[in-house]
Each structure stands twice: as C-alpha cells, then as structure tokens.
C-alpha cells in the first residue's frame, strides 16, 4: 500500500508526508514542482500537472493505495472578478475529477479532499455544523461545492471519501491576506476591522490539518464532511489586540460600519480594483464559527492550536523574513 499525496509539495502535503514517514508508510508525492523539502529523500516524487488528464500515465496507483488531495488554487493572489472561474476551477474542480477517474482506473477507492468552509457563504446559524446551508459566495468556494458534489457521484460509486473544509490555515510557510496586516502593525498605522471586531475569528494550523488527514487513514476513511477549526476562537479585536501588543506597536484598532465597507470593496471589486476577495470581506463581521464535534466523533480529531499562539507565529515568520532580507540586502551591497 502507498500513500500518494497530491500537492505533496504544498502547504498541507509537506506536513503530511513526514507524518506518515513517522508511521513507516511509504509516501509518494506527486505535485508540478519539485522542492527541497527535507522528507524527499525518502519519497518517490512525481512531476504532474492534475489538470491535465493524460499525464496521468506516469503515476502508477495500485487498488490498495490510499489518495490524499492537497492541490488547490487558493485565494491569494487576488484575481479580478472575469478570471475567477478560469483560475480557480482548473485544478479545484477538474483536477479533482481527474484523480478520482484514475482512482476507479485502478480500482483505489479511499481518499481524503481538502475543500473549504467558504462553501458555506452567510452564516445562518452559528456555530455552523457540517449540516449548515450550503450556498458559496465566489468562485473560489463554488469550486469547492461542486467537488463536493462530485465526491459524493464516487463514493455512490463505492469510494470511501473523506472531505475536510478547514477554516483560513496558517502556519509556516504561508502568510497571503496577513502580511497586509502585519506591514499596517509594523509601521504603527491604524488596524482598521469590519464592523466591531466583536466577532470571532477562528484559524486552523496547517500542523492540525496534516494530523486530521493521518486520522482519516487511521479511521478508514469515513464517509463524511468535516470542518476544521480552532476550539474556542476569540474575538477579532482580542486576536488584533493581543498581536498589536505582542509586536511592541503603537496601532491602534480601528472600527468601521461593516455594511459601508463592504459596499466600498464592492465597488472597488466591480471595477476590477480589488484588495480583498468578496468571499473574505463579504462574511468578515459574521458570527462564523465552525464546529468541529463530528471529526472528533468519527477519527478521533482535536485541534490542538489556538488562534493567538498561530497569529503570533505567523508574524515571528513575518519578522524573521524581513529580517533575512534586510541582511542579504546589506550582504549584496559593493565594497565602496
């Protein structure tokens, strides 16, 4: 049996694979590049690019091997609204599809699908269990949905598939809408939030999101949707609150009538100027959290980060990097 992670070389996959390394499985990662992460040299790795069908002849999968789909496009770098569809459903949706016809190929038939909780769009009731209404705001969530739905055409089909819709993941690695953040805290300028910033904010560790895929393993791929999610997030102002503090900065948070805000990025979005992504501002000052009870129940699931110890570390990453710029910048500069 193999465990074959595509997007292996992404976010969640890196962390994944080493993780199964640990249990003495053997891992194949298969992604459209190829780093130097240090778990390569103890995996098969496979150059494919899932939006193209027929590369899939150089991946041989077995019946006994198990799937794992971390390839995704993400919300980061913001697209304007006429190239959504074409930047996110190539590789969320259709290379999704082409997974799952070489799994029946094969005759595989358990599998793990990262989607996300932006399926969900307005929160109707909070917190929100895996049963809340379905109903995405953008592309990027639409996406999503309809791998969904094409997840549950395989497992009528006999597959076993499990389907994690994690909340914003963070950890090493990835910053996207939180450097805009940090840069606002580093140089003292007012933070400003979307609405009261009484609402919580829920995060989930990239390190968590690895260990909920192992678990699916562990628990035979149960056929369900999971969302992953933080225990107990706070508010958006204690979350900002605490980082500005942390950092030693002088900002200061700043709230704004939510529905005028969103009206002003709106617009912005409509004349393709945008600096958020409706499926982010759109559901900012929402009673969204996301209840994590069922994977719990069904694999044994409990995230173990909390959002105030992930923000910090994100920004220590932040700090870190500008740091080592700012040092090869003075390393580059001639000898006068």
């Not at 996406?143 to 963070?170: V, Y």
């Not at 999971?226 to 107990?232: A, E, I, M, R």
Request: hydrophobic share 40%; with cysteine; net charge negative.
């Amino acid at each position: 049996m193999k465990h074959i992670i595509f997007g292996g070389d992404g976010f969640v996959g890196s962390h994944l694979a080493p993780k199964l390394l640990e249990d003495g499985q053997e891992v194949v990662v298969v992604d459209v590049k190829n780093s130097d992460h240090t778990h390569y040299s103890n995996v098969e790795h496979i150059q494919l690019d899932i939006t193209d069908e027929t590369q899939f002849s150089k991946l041989k999968i077995d019946a006994d091997d198990v799937i794992y789909n971390m390839a995704a496009t993400m919300l980061s770098p913001l697209q304007i609204r006429s190239k959504r569809y074409d930047f996110f459903w190539p590789v969320n949706f259709h290379g999704a599809g082409n997974i799952m016809k070489s799994m029946d190929k094969a005759g595989a038939s358990k599998f793990v699908q990262f989607t996300t909780d932006m399926v969900y769009g307005h929160t109707i009731v909070s917190p929100q269990t895996e049963d809340h209404p379905i109903a995405p705001l953008g592309e990027y969530g639409a996406s999503k949905w309809a791998t969904e739905q094409e997840c549950h055409r395989w497992r009528d089909r006999g597959m076993d598939i499990s389907i994690f819709r994690p909340r914003l993941i963070i950890g090493p690695g990835r910053l996207g809408i939180l450097e805009k953040l940090f840069k606002l805290i580093d140089i003292n300028l007012p933070v400003p939030m979307i609405g009261s910033g009484k609402a919580p904010y829920q995060f989930i560790s990239v390190y968590d999101c690895a260990e909920a895929a192992r678990l699916a393993w562990k628990a035979g791929f149960p056929n369900g949707e999971y969302n992953l999610g933080s225990l107990n997030p706070p508010s958006v102002r204690e979350l900002l609150g605490g980082l500005i503090q942390h950092a030693g900065s002088h900002s200061i948070l700043l709230p704004t009538p939510g529905f005028a805000v969103k009206k002003t990025l709106a617009f912005l979005d409509l004349i393709n100027m945008p600096i958020m992504d409706p499926e982010q501002y759109l559901i900012a000052d929402e009673m969204c959290v996301r209840e994590t009870g069922r994977a719990k129940k069904d694999m044994g699931f409990v995230p173990k980060d909390n959002d105030m110890d992930m923000l910090i570390a994100a920004y220590k990453e932040y700090r870190a990097g500008k740091t080592g710029a700012q040092q090869n910048n003075l390393n580059t500069v001639p000898a006068e």
